[in-house]
């Protein structure tokens, strides 16, 4: 399906291609281009890091082996058969 473009620039974006970004009034899209191909992808703020609901999951380890010993407890094995990588 085509769109036309108006005289200031602006093409209105379907209520479908809305719906199933997320998009509501007011929200900014990026126009990211590769290879000659423009896509359309809700802009995200310098704060709006998608990892960042993931700070403070795990907890802070001091060495390689609490890393280790934290995975193998996880995985229910015994730290000391798991392999040294």
Request: no cysteine; charged share 30%.
């Amino acid at each position: 399906m085509s769109y036309s473009v108006s005289s200031k620039g602006q093409v209105t974006l379907p209520i479908e291609i809305r719906k199933r970004l997320g998009l509501k009034a007011g929200d900014k899209v990026d126009f990211p281009v590769k290879d000659g191909t423009v896509t359309v992808v809700p802009a995200r703020s310098g704060d709006d890091n998608p990892f960042k609901a993931w700070i403070g999951m795990y907890p802070a380890f001091k060495s390689i082996e609490e890393i280790n010993a934290y995975y193998s407890d996880i995985r229910g094995r015994d730290p000391r058969e798991e392999e040294n990588w």
